[in-house]
Nanobody, 111 residues
């Protein structure tokens, strides 16, 4: 399973760090890419950032240069550092590895 933490309420321009811990059936975490998605009310779920098994990141255009994804294979964690947050970043953020999803964590950015 995947368990996210770190969401909350922050003012525009602030920062949050999301963490995702893999456990249980994800025995080969280190062999898989890991993803952070988000879903705002009334919108489709969208990919925010991805990190390959080897550690290479890719980002959605809307978050590039503001968000940083990182993984620690020894701890089976994938984190998302979010800086210079904007109200449009408000969404539920989900961690994903293969076909496994976390429960989501709410991020709310006030203007």
């Amino acid at each position: 399973q995947l368990v996210e933490s770190g969401g909350g309420l922050v003012q525009a321009g602030g920062s949050l760090r999301l963490s995702c811990v893999a456990s249980g059936s994800i025995f080969f975490f280190h062999l898989n890419e890991a993803n952070w998605y988000r879903q705002a009310p009334g919108s489709q779920r969208e990919l925010v950032a991805r990190i390959s098994a080897g550690g290479s990141p890719t980002y959605a255009d809307s978050v590039r240069h503001r968000f940083t994804i990182a993984r620690d294979n020894a701890k089976a964690t994938v984190d998302l550092q979010m800086d210079n947050l904007k109200p449009e970043d408000t969404a539920v953020y989900y961690c994903n590895v293969e076909n496994i999803w976390g429960q989501g964590t709410q991020v709310t950015v006030s203007s």
